[in-house]
């Protein structure tokens, strides 16, 4: 098997079916990866780009799903040889009021959809409270998916309704505070206001 991915192996994945516990949906991870293997052959109906598989977006589904974690690897991988094969489409920063392109991403103190699908957050030190994962994972694949769609039909998620957001203390390995905190003050900052 070569270093980058093909759509032949791509295709030849096999993605064991998770029968309890959270995970993506099967039918549109199966979907996405259809369509990443005819981009790759080279005979998409509808091509996909590095950009696009990078800030997707799945729905979370308690029983037979796929790992979330062998899911976004796989994506990595996917994501490599679209770069590879030149598929890279480059996102446009939203514009402003005043017509410019706005400062978006990691430069201007913000995040992308990729940083909210793979967000490295620490786990709450032992007898730490910290926030409930599946709350501020929901959380997180909204802001992923207002930023993939800002600009479309205006964002389904605003800096306000971040700020306003809640989670539910736990003791049992729920994400640092500090570190969410942190991450949620980059959100913030590249979603627009109500």
């Known amino acids: 098997m070569s270093d980058v991915l093909t759509a032949a192996e791509l295709r030849s994945v096999h993605l064991p079916v998770r029968r309890w516990g959270s995970g993506y949906a099967t039918a549109e991870v199966d979907a996405l990866l259809e369509q990443a293997a005819a981009t790759l052959d080279g005979s998409p109906e509808r091509p996909l780009s590095a950009q696009q598989v990078a800030s997707c977006v799945f729905t979370t589904v308690w029983r037979s799903s796929y790992d979330m974690d062998r899911v976004d690897d796989?994506?990595?991988?996917?994501?490599?040889?679209?770069?590879?094969?030149?598929?890279?489409?480059?996102?446009?920063a939203p514009a402003r009021h005043d017509g410019r392109a706005a400062a978006t991403g990691p430069a201007a103190g913000g995040v992308t959809a990729h940083d909210l699908r793979h967000p490295d957050l620490p786990t709450a030190g032992f007898l730490a409270q910290g926030y409930a994962r599946e709350e501020v994972d929901a959380l997180l694949r909204r802001a992923a998916s207002a930023l993939t769609h800002q600009g479309a039909s205006g964002p389904t998620l605003t800096a306000d309704a971040v700020r306003a957001s809640s989670f539910t203390l736990t003791r049992r390995g729920g994400y640092d505070v500090q570190a969410v905190d942190a991450l949620l003050d980059r959100v913030v900052a590249s979603l627009p206001s109500a």
């Open 74 to 92: 796989l994506l990595d991988r996917v994501v490599e040889a679209l770069t590879a094969a030149g598929l890279v489409e480059p996102v446009a």
